[in-house]
């Protein structure tokens, strides 16, 4: 069974930094491409960023961009996001997602989720 679990969450003051773990079991990461998205109370799901099987290639939504950096290692099973200068505005539940294709920043083409881990950022 396939499952994606994440950790590294926790509270930060802003400008601090944080670097989020997936890991993954059940499913050989190097066949998808893997996403990050984000909810914060009260807003809709967001795409973060994404890394595709070639490691080469990143997506970043533009208030992320510069801030966070996406990366993977398949060795491992392990997908990270680390994420510098944060902002209170980055405050949500962060979620780990696994895509066999289609877009980077839709979520309805990822196949599995993982439970997200709660970031909060204190101004």
């Known amino acids: 069974q396939a499952q994606l679990v994440e950790s590294g969450g926790g509270l930060v003051q802003a400008g601090g930094s944080l670097r989020l773990s997936c890991a993954a079991s059940g499913l050989t990461l190097d066949h998808y491409r893997m996403g990050w998205f984000r909810q914060a109370p009260g807003k809709e799901h967001e795409s973060v960023a994404a890394?595709?099987?070639?490691?080469?290639?990143?997506n970043y939504t533009d208030s992320v961009n510069d801030r966070f950096i996406i990366s993977r290692d398949n060795t491992k099973n392990m997908v990270y996001l680390q994420m510098t200068v944060l902002k209170p505005e980055d405050t949500a539940v962060y979620y780990c997602?696994?895509?066999?294709?289609?877009?980077?920043?839709?979520?309805?083409?990822?196949?599995?989720w993982g439970q997200g881990t709660q970031v909060t950022v204190s101004s």
């Open positions: 890394i595709s099987w070639n490691p080469s290639r990143t």
């Open positions: 997602a696994a895509s066999r294709g289609g877009r980077w920043y839709y979520g309805e083409d990822y196949e599995y």
